[in-house]
């Protein structure tokens, strides 16, 4: 379904590399993009198409999978890796190695080997990190295109949409009278936006309407995303919720990657490198932080949105940031994130209040309470809030200040983990007109 573009975007880059790696976040479609790829490609290898399943592996059983994919039989005295290089030969073959994340090392070192024995051998990889091997080519799967909430309002419009039509689809599966009409067209794009066009979030959701209307579906997100789960238990175990899909990719990071990662579920929609420094690391200086913002992206757990002119800008889709809010509930930094956003915040604030009143800065200032108020409504209203206290008084007491504007969302999430000021917290009191936040 869909995928018109990625896939002639990907034929592509396969004629012209031996090693073609699809990377995404968790359940955004790259095993079924590979296998559309391969199946797009396939007479061009009269070898034919191989495929090895990763998923179940660990890194010592790679060369096993790789050997029963392509047939290879183990000789005695013969690293197995050997037999698989000489069953490959000078065929022209293309072997697709699925689910590669949790055992990179394995297939860079595999993939060394067999490209340099095998002259025509091509490879698909999927994986939600790039493999680093040396020739590789990577394509980021994008999750679906989700409906503009501006702009596709009629049902034709919305129905062009590839999340929608999945949803449509997977529906159907489980009701095989649902139709997108007038009186359901706006929950399904809202439905579909919430999700971020999560192929594997669609499927959960849409799996649900054999059981529970779509009102209810729509009503229980809302707020929050409920852990949704599949009936069904043919898919591979990591796919039976969303949450232990993103559990598989979290499970792959660093302590230290893992704490920086839930700190940033604090950020409604998004933020600059200085904001996640202040916020996630305030110990150490930005380029640690900026090492671990990279590593994260590339492991897919955190987006690139950047904004050109004002440093590079980072979010977490909604489903993965939800998955890290619960786990910075579960560890014992909560508190202490919640605070330090929230200070952050108010010092940027505070700071910009003299300057809106006519500084010489005045006009970078707004750009930088605009970019920081696409954090979402309720930092919106933090913000704005205020900084509209600070000009009104200006020498309003900091702690008075702290109570005054909406704040993050009282009684929401955000709001859950504010608390009073911490002497321990190290707050960084921007000098200068902040880059971005
Ligand atoms: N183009 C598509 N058409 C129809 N269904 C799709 C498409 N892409 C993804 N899906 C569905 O979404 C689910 C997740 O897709 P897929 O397994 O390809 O994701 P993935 O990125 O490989 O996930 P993981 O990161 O766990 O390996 C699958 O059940 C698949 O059926
Ligand atoms: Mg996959």
Redesign the pocket.
């Known amino acids: ?3 018109v573009s990625e896939l002639k975007a990907a034929a592509q880059l396969l004629s012209q590399t031996r090693l073609l790696t ?1 990377t ?13 790829l391969a199946e797009r490609v396939r007479k061009g290898f009269q070898g034919g198409v191989w495929f090895a399943n990763l ?1 179940a592996t660990d890194a010592a059983r790679v060369p096993q999978v790789v050997a029963a994919a392509v047939q290879a039989r183990e000789a005695p005295g013969k690293p197995l890796i050997e037999a698989v290089a000489d069953q490959i030969g000078n065929k022209r073959l293309l072997l697709v190695m ?2 590669c ?1 949790h055992v990179l090392g394995a297939c860079t070192g595999l993939l060394a080997t067999l490209l340099e024995r095998c002259p025509n051998l091509a490879t698909i990889a ?3 990190e790039w493999l680093g091997a040396p020739g590789e080519q990577t394509l980021e ?1 994008p999750p ?1 295109s989700v409906p503009d909430e501006a702009r596709a309002k009629s049902v034709e419009a919305i129905a062009r949409y ?1 999340a929608v039509a ?1 949803f449509v ?2 529906a159907r599966a489980v009701l095989p009278e649902f139709d997108l009409a007038d009186e359901n067209a706006s929950v399904v794009a809202e439905l579909c936006r919430r999700l971020d066009g ?3 979030a ?2 959960l959701a849409a799996a649900q309407l054999g059981r529970t209307p779509l009102e209810t579906i729509r009503a229980r997100m809302a707020d929050r995303l409920p852990t949704l789960e599949r009936g069904d238990h043919d ?2 175990a ?2 039976r919720t969303l949450w232990t ?1 993103i559990q ?2 979290y499970d792959q990071l660093l302590p230290e990657e893992q704490q920086v990662f839930r700190a940033l579920a604090v950020f409604a929609e998004g933020w600059s490198l200085e904001a996640a420094a202040a916020v996630a690391r305030p110990d150490a200086d930005d380029f640690v932080t900026l090492d671990l913002l990279t590593r994260l992206v590339d492991k ?1 757990m955190v987006a690139l949105a950047g904004i050109p002119d004002q440093g590079p800008r980072y979010r977490l889709l909604e489903s993965i940031r939800q998955f890290a809010l619960e786990r910075l509930d579960d560890s014992d930094d909560g508190t202490t994130v919640g605070e330090r956003h929230r200070e952050y915040f108010l010092v940027l604030a505070e700071t910009a209040a003299p300057e809106l009143r006519g500084g010489s800065q005045q006009a970078s200032w707004l750009r930088c309470l605009e970019t920081a108020a696409r954090g979402g409504t309720r930092l919106r209203a933090a913000v704005g809030g205020l900084a509209l206290e600070v000009l009104v008084h200006p020498r309003l007491p900091r702690a008075r200040a702290k109570r005054v504007g909406p704040g993050p969302g009282a009684g929401s999430r955000e709001g859950h983990h504010a608390g009073a000021r911490s002497s321990m917290v190290r707050i960084r009191r921007p000098r200068h007109v902040p880059r971005a936040v």
């Open positions: 379904m869909g995928r699809l995404g976040s968790a359940g955004c479609g790259k095993t079924r993009l590979a296998l559309l998923a699925d689910n994340e999927t994986s939600r799967v679906f590839e999945l689809e997977r999560i192929p594997l669609i499927e898919a591979p990591r796919h899909a598989w990719s897919s």
